[in-house]
């Protein structure tokens, strides 16, 4: 079992940022790669970026790409999520997963965080 918990989600302007953490205990997690992963209302679950378990390999969802960042601490157990340039359509709720397998697809993902919401306002 990998238990993860995000902090870090908050209300803010566009052109903003927030830094998004995610803290993983449990089993080795250095193992796993991870995932950022966001819902609005209404919609489905999206992919948002992905992190290999040693960083060296990440991805990002066109629609994030240059203004996030992902990142790990594999000493500290821990996943970030830089956001830069916030937009009002980044508002959702955003969830840290965990998988075996490197990729961009929820049904990869065997853990989940409980979510932390991110609100940016125009």
């Known amino acids: 079992q990998v238990q993860l918990v995000e902090s870090g989600g908050g209300l803010v302007q566009a052109g903003g940022s927030l830094r998004l953490s995610c803290a993983a205990s449990?089993?080795?997690?250095?193992?796993?790669?991870m995932g950022w992963f966001r819902q609005a209302p209404g919609k489905e679950r999206e992919f948002v970026a992905g992190?290999?378990?040693?960083?060296?390999?990440?991805d990002y969802a066109d629609s994030v790409k240059g203004r996030f960042t992902i990142s790990r601490d594999n000493a500290k157990n821990t996943v970030f999520l830089q956001m830069n340039s916030l937009k009002p359509e980044d508002t959702a709720v955003y969830y840290c997963?965990?998988?075996?397998?490197?990729?961009?697809?929820?049904?990869?993902?065997?853990?989940w965080g409980q979510g932390t919401q991110v609100t940016v306002s125009s």
């Open positions: 992190i290999g378990w040693s960083g060296g390999s990440t």
């Open positions: 997963a965990a998988s075996r397998v490197f990729g961009t697809s929820p049904a990869l993902y065997d853990y």
């Open positions: 449990g089993r080795t997690f250095s193992g796993y790669a």
